[in-house]
């Protein structure tokens, strides 16, 4: 094992797997010259040159349109977004294209895409750059939704997003890049759609992915040492999801609290909660308890953010609140 940042786990990924193909390149804004606006592709131009880490113009749309094409035609571009909130401007590009192309032409196009860069958000960026877009992307048939959470998996997934030849989206966090932790030496490939048990417990099963699920490991912590296990899955991949692993623990524990950085209508805690009420409702005692961010635009005060963004408290009151404890 090596110790990592999360930026340096992304940058790995990228230039193992464009060593080991050369179909494969980056583009995005700021990617080349500057080594990524968050340093995730550092080196990457003086290794690979100018024509496999392209710089482009302020331009999501059009950068995006060339990437489908190129990618149609034999390539495997890796799209560097400088946040999701941008990708908004290409997301006809995303749905009405990428998604939809390997249907729409009776499977003679597949789109082997990235589609990668920060979601959800990452202090006081304010309204239009604190959105998470998972649950929006995930709603697309079509597209792949990845989502990591530590180094390690960050790395083993974006490979494993790379050398797939389907549209994927892989979404990481401003707040993660610096983040250390242990990664494999060696290659290897963690599978789409396969969810991880983080920690293991028997009183209650948490569910979560991304940045926010520190808070859950916050929480088991905090609730051990009132003797309560809490186990935890990191779902990594969000479409297509591991509802599998999500209903054995569920079947031990009996309880489910859903935590994730999503407005509260329609996410992907709410599939979560309608597949296990609806599959394995006799498991259950006592109804599911989902944690979102509060149903308004981020707020740029850091005391109504502080409010608005789910913490390691609520995930306390949620999980003594299904075991009839609060």
């Known amino acids: 094992m090596k110790t990592l940042q999360f930026r340096e786990a992304i940058q790995e990924a990228m230039s193992e797997e464009m060593r080991r193909d050369e179909t494969i390149y980056l583009m995005g804004e700021e990617v080349a010259e500057y080594n990524g606006a968050y340093k995730a592709s550092k080196g990457m131009l003086d290794e690979f040159g100018a024509k496999r880490v392209i710089d482009t113009p302020i331009s999501e749309n059009g950068f995006t349109g060339i990437a489908i094409g190129s990618s149609m035609n034999g390539n495997r571009p890796i799209v560097e977004y400088m946040t999701f909130n941008f990708s908004l401007v290409a997301i006809d590009q995303i749905i009405n294209n990428a998604a939809k192309m390997r249907q729409m032409s009776g499977g003679q196009f597949n789109i082997p895409i990235v589609f990668r860069g920060p979601t959800a958000s990452a202090g006081q960026l304010a309204a239009t750059h604190s959105q998470a877009f998972e649950s929006w992307y995930a709603n697309c048939p079509g597209l792949k939704v990845v989502v990591p959470s530590n180094p390690a998996d960050a ?11 389907d549209p994927v989206i892989f979404m990481e966090s ?3 890049y610096g983040d250390k932790g242990e990664v494999p030496e060696g290659e290897y490939l963690i599978p789409l759609g396969v969810a991880d048990i983080k920690r293991k417990g028997k009183d209650v099963t948490i569910v979560s992915f ?14 051990a040492k009132d003797g309560i296990e809490c186990e935890i899955i ?5 479409r297509p999801l591991d509802y599998e692993t999500i209903l054995e623990s569920v079947k031990k524990t009996n309880r489910l609290v859903i935590l994730e950085e999503a407005w509260p209508f329609g996410n992907v805690s709410t599939e979560i909660t309608y597949q296990v009420q609806n599959q394995i409702f006799d498991y259950l005692d006592a109804p599911i308890v989902k944690i979102n961010t509060a149903d308004t635009p981020a707020p740029f005060s850091p005391g109504l953010f502080e409010e608005w963004l789910p913490n390691s408290e609520d995930v306390v009151k949620a999980v003594k609140k299904v075991l009839y404890r609060d």
């Open 155 to 165: 790395k083993g997934l974006l490979k494993s997003a790379i050398r797939d030849n």
């Open 210 to 223: 991304g940045k926010i699920i520190k808070e859950a490991y916050k929480a088991a912590e905090t609730l």
């Open 174 to 176: 401003e707040q993660m």
């Open 234 to 238: 990191d779902l990594r991949t969000v």
